[in-house]
Structures are given as structure tokens and as C-alpha cells.
């Protein structure tokens, strides 16, 4: 097989990838490539059942390609659809949740509802990380990963961020010049600085930066100035936010998926909600200060339950009980107070829900349950699990919050 192939770009695969077929007829995908494009690509990796390459050249553009806004594109690992525009993004974000979930279950198409488009498809992240490296001068710089790669790239901005995260990129590159500070190196494990972590509240315009070091001297957490937390408001809610704290990495849109949420629920026949992998408490929250109802919030993580507590009573929302430990086993716990009127929110991590987790929500026969999922294909697979068992799907909403990549988070309502 030839290494270097001239290919005709098909489609998009969920990853952001172009897929084309090779010579010999094996499927091959290809980054930053466009459907109805002709392309000449080396094949830099090959599987048994498909191949890896990269554009050499564009020989036939696709005629919705655009100029991406930021030099770093192609390089930087953050976003893979700049060359699209955003309209388009979400016309492909659309119909590759409609596929995705149709491959695993028949459906009727009116359960699939149009996509919510993004308030902004820039300047939209809440959180970033920066990562330090150094180049072959011994020059310390300041910037994101390479795609598919632990090399760094040095950066003047990010276009998913708020402006002033452009001058703390730029203070925390200088503070390490000026300070003669060193980069750690991983393979050597040696060195100080690895990252610069900054987060920024866009309702309040609170900012915590934290800089990240790897010397066994220093305290595990250590506060140099200000607070140890910043807040942000969601609607009419306020939230604290801890270093280590999840919380969802655009605010605007954010507020969009919670009153998306609430929308979806018979509050008039709702009797307590059960809010797994509660985080610090924005969905369960949001839904009991609006209802009024009884909320138990489960997470594995103490800090972030300890935050959760905080929240609620922040925002005065009685009622509240939120559990330590891993869903899979705390839910046993629970399972048999879920009354018919309940409500269950379940928003995993990308890997899906574990099936000890599944197998006792798809037991129940009577509660609600609102699937929000960052991830398609793990939404699809367990989606099969409740339908077989079943639960009915009455609704499937995807909303983009993170224009300029292939992620697309997705709400589901079964019953």
C-alpha cells in the first residue's frame, strides 16, 4: 500500500476526523479534512481495520471550508472545526447524535429534537490549562498540547477564552522568565512549574489562578493570595468553585441546559429528586430551588460533596442530603425509597454509566430519568440497556456547549 494516497473525504466521523477510503478500499481517517474534499494524505498509521493520515495537500477544497481564526489551528489539540462554520458545526453535531443513537435503537424521528445552538461560539470557556515548556534555547513558554501529543505549544491567546485570560497567559510566561524559574521534565522527573490553571466567573468577573508545581517541598494546596474560592451565578443561583471543584466549562450555556432540564419535568407530580454524579450540586440544585422538592446528590469526591453542601445552603435550598461515594454503590443504598414520582438525573463521565450502576436503574420500573451525557456513543449503548428493559425515550435534546470541537452534550428523558 502506498504511502502517500490521494483520498475523497466522505463525511465526519464523532472524534472530528475525515473519513475517506484508501486504494484498497480500507477505511482511513484524516484530521482537519472536510467532506466533499479530494485530498492527498500520508498514511502515518495503519490498523487492521482502518488507517491514520495527514493532509499533505488540499487538492479540491470543500466549498464550506473557511479560514480558521486562530494561527495555532492544525497544531493545537483544543479544537478541530475552525475551518467550519459554526452553523455548520451544529448541523453535523445534530445529525451525528441522530445516527449515533439510531445505530444502537429504532426511534421515531420526533423524539430527536432540533439542536440548541451556543450563545457565542467564541471567547466561551470558564476554565482553562496552561501548560509550561521550554524550547531549545532554554526559553520558558506558556501554552495548550499538541494534538495527539505531550508537546506544547507556545501561545499569545486561546479563542475560547475571555480576553483577560490573554494577560494572565502572558503574566504567568514573564513571572517565570523574570523569576528564573524551571519547567518540569517528565521523563527526567525534574523541574518546578507544569501548569497554570485559571478559571473566571463571567456572571461575577471572579478570577482564581492556580499555579501548578511539582516539588514534594511545597503543601498539597497552598493559598497565596485572595480567596480559596470564587463564585458564579447561573440564573438565580450562586456557586462555589474550589480548584478542584467540576463545574461545567461554559457558563452561558449552562443555564440554557438547566432550564432545558427543567423544562423536561412534571414539577406537579414530582416528589424528590436523586441527583447522581451530583458534582457541586448545579442540575439537583437548580431543579429543587425551582420545585421545591427533597434532593439527594451523590459524588465520589469529598471536597466536591463538602461544596455541594456549601451551595445549598449559599442558596438557601433546604432538604438537601448529599452522599459520599461511588454511584455504582451508593445508589444501592437508595434504590428502594425511588418512588413512582421521582426524579433521577444522571450525568456521567464520558465513559458512561458502570454497569452495576445500569443494571439497577434499569430495574426500576416507575421513576423519571434525565440522562444528560457528553458523549454520544456511551449515551447510545446505555440508552439500548433501558429501552430493552423496557423504559421508554420521550425525548432527545442535543445542546452545544463547546463550539470549534466535535463534543456535543445531549439530554434524555425516559420514563
Not at 174 to 183: H, Q
Not at 276 to 301: D, R, V
Amino acid at each position: 500500500m502506498d504511502k502517500i494516497q490521494t483520498v475523497r473525504i466522505n463525511s465526519l466521523s464523532y472524534g472530528g476526523q475525515g473519513i475517506g477510503k484508501l486504494e484498497n478500499g480500507k477505511v482511513v481517517f484524516v484530521s482537519y479534512a472536510l467532506p466533499e474534499e479530494t485530498v492527498k494524505i500520508e498514511i502515518i498509521k495503519k490498523k487492521k481495520s482502518f488507517a491514520i493520515g495527514r493532509i499533505l495537500e488540499i487538492i479540491e477544497p470543500s466549498e464550506k471550508r473557511i479560514e480558521p481564526l486562530c494561527s495555532a489551528f492544525g497544531k493545537c489539540g483544543g479544537c478541530v472545526w475552525q475551518n467550519i462554520p459554526y452553523e455548520e458545526q451544529a448541523k453535523i453535531k445534530e445529525s451525528q447524535v441522530r445516527e449515533i443513537i439510531s445505530h444502537q435503537i429504532e426511534l421515531k424521528e420526533e423524539i430527536f429534537k432540533p439542536i440548541i445552538k451556543a450563545v457565542n461560539p467564541w471567547r466561551y470557556r470558564n476554565k482553562i490549562e496552561f501548560s509550561y515548556g521550554m524550547d531549545k534555547a532554554g526559553q520558558i513558554f506558556l501554552g495548550l498540547f499538541r494534538s495527539n501529543s505531550y508537546k506544547i505549544i507556545d501561545l499569545d491567546d486561546c479563542f475560547l477564552t475571555d480576553d483577560k485570560i490573554k494577560e494572565i497567559l502572558k503574566t504567568g510566561r514573564n513571572f517565570a522568565k523574570e523569576n528564573n524559574l524551571t519547567v518540569f521534565k517528565m521523563k527526567k522527573n525534574e523541574g518546578l512549574l507544569r501548569s497554570l490553571i485559571v478559571r473566571y466567573g463571567f456572571n461575577t468577573q471572579e478570577l482564581m489562578i492556580n499555579l501548578v508545581a511539582a516539588n514534594s517541598d511545597l503543601p498539597t494546596s497552598h493559598l497565596i493570595s485572595g480567596k480559596n474560592k470564587i463564585k458564579e451565578k447561573i440564573d438565580d443561583l450562586t456557586f462555589l468553585i474550589s480548584p478542584e471543584s467540576f463545574f461545567q466549562s461554559n457558563t452561558n450555556m449552562t443555564e440554557v441546559l438547566l432550564n432545558t432540564i427543567l423544562n423536561l419535568i412534571d414539577s406537579d407530580k414530582l416528589e424528590n429528586i436523586y441527583d447522581l454524579f451530583c458534582g457541586t450540586g448545579i442540575i439537583g440544585l437548580f431543579i429543587a430551588g425551582k420545585t421545591k422538592k427533597p434532593l439527594i446528590g451523590i459524588e465520589s469526591n469529598d471536597s466536591t460533596i463538602l461544596d455541594a453542601k456549601e451551595n445549598a445552603e449559599l442558596n438557601q435550598i433546604g432538604n438537601t442530603h448529599f452522599i459520599t461515594g461511588e454511584v455504582e454503590k451508593a445508589i444501592l443504598d437508595i434504590s428502594g425509597n425511588i418512588t413512582a414520582n421521582g426524579l433521577i438525573i444522571v450525568d456521567p463521565p464520558r465513559v458512561g454509566l458502570h454497569p452495576k450502576a445500569l443494571k439497577v436503574l434499569t430495574e426500576l420500573k416507575s421513576a423519571t430519568i434525565i440522562y444528560v451525557s457528553c458523549n454520544p456513543t456511551t449515551l447510545a449503548r446505555d440508552l439500548a440497556a433501558f429501552v430493552n428493559s423496557g423504559f421508554k425515550i420521550e425525548v432527545i435534546q442535543p445542546i452545544d456547549m463547546f463550539p470549534q470541537t466535535y463534543h456535543i452534550e445531549t439530554i434524555v428523558k425516559l420514563t
